[in-house]
């Protein structure tokens, strides 16, 4: 069973950068889409960055300009790097692949 392990969450000021990391368990296939979701206490998980390869991307629009995903597939990892932090990126960070495979999540607080 394939597993995804998020790290790099933590506590930033506004303005402040946080790169988001996520390694799967085993070898992925590129073609498939990795992606960073973001979900606050009583609401729906959203999508904030996919990448399906290594240089389709695409975000949501609240995140555009300040976060950028990327991959390393011989590393089988994804990073979320997010800068210019505001305080609506507060949220828990989760991995998914390939839509069915979720991380335990990463929690990013954004605080003066």
């Known amino acids: 069973q394939l597993q995804l392990v998020e790290s790099g969450g933590g506590l930033v000021q506004p303005g402040g950068s946080l790169r988001l990391s996520c390694t799967a368990s085993q070898s992925i296939r590129s073609i498939y889409a990795m992606g960073w979701y973001r979900q606050a206490p009583g609401k729906q998980r959203e999508l904030v960055a996919r990448?399906?390869?290594?240089?389709?991307?695409n975000y949501t629009d609240s995140v555009k300009g300040r976060y950028t995903i990327t991959s390393n597939n011989a590393k089988n990892t994804v990073y979320l790097q997010m800068n210019n932090l505001k305080f609506e990126d507060k949220d828990s960070y989760f991995c998914?692949?390939?839509?069915?495979?979720w991380g335990q999540g990463t929690q990013v607080t954004v605080s003066s």
């Open positions: 990448i399906t390869g290594v240089t389709k991307t």
């Open positions: 998914n692949y390939h839509g069915g495979f």
